[in-house]
């Protein structure tokens, strides 16, 4: 069995929202949206050859998952924009659903990590710019 596929069977068959497979390394997060990569990325794991199974993939995930060298993409849903971006970058990539937009959590505008990457096209300003809009969110949030 490959990296990617052992990294989808084991997606869907436990509640992890991101898994990834490198050999006999495994890593497997339940998380939000992106703030699992976003945690990884900022405790400098190395994600490098990685093969990453996830559920939701926009461009912002896509953008992080670049930055990581992450190999093999699987997105159990995954938007256009995502697409576009893999494709340029020719990272492998392949999913279940396609959508036109990840929506926000009310379903009533794009999520902010896509809001945030739509004009960008560098994955390292991309960090940036997301780590600035989840820490905007972060101040906002009622908890």
Same mark, same amino acid.
């Given at each position: 069995m490959s ?6 069977e ?27 990569l976003?945690q990884?990325?900022? +405790?400098?794991t190395?994600l490098?050859? @990685?093969?990453? &199974?996830? #559920?939701?993939?926009?461009?912002a !995930?896509?953008?992080? %998952? ?5 190999s093999?993409?699987?997105?159990e849903?995954?938007?256009e ?6 494709? +340029?970058e020719?990272?492998?990539?392949? @999913?279940?659903t &396609?959508? #036109?937009?990840?929506?926000?959590? !009310?379903k009533?505008d %794009? ?27 972060r101040?906002?949030?009622k908890?």
């Amino acid at each position: 069995m490959s990296d990617i596929e052992k990294a989808i069977e084991l997606l869907e068959n436990s509640d992890a929202s991101i898994v990834l497979v490198k050999g006999e390394s495994i890593i497997q997060k339940k998380g939000r949206g992106i703030s699992c990569l976003m945690q990884m990325i900022q +405790e400098h794991t190395d994600l490098s050859g @990685y093969s990453c &199974a996830d #559920k939701v993939v926009g461009k912002a !995930a896509a953008m992080l %998952m670049d930055y990581a060298s992450i190999s093999d993409i699987y997105a159990e849903v995954i938007s256009e924009t995502a697409i576009d971006y893999l494709n +340029e970058e020719k990272i492998r990539y392949a @999913y279940g659903t &396609a959508v #036109k937009t990840i929506m926000n959590d !009310a379903k009533t505008d %794009m999520c902010p990590m896509e809001k945030t990457v739509v004009d960008i096209h560098d994955p390292t300003l991309a960090l940036k710019e997301l780590n600035i809009t989840m820490m905007r969110l972060r101040g906002q949030s009622k908890e």
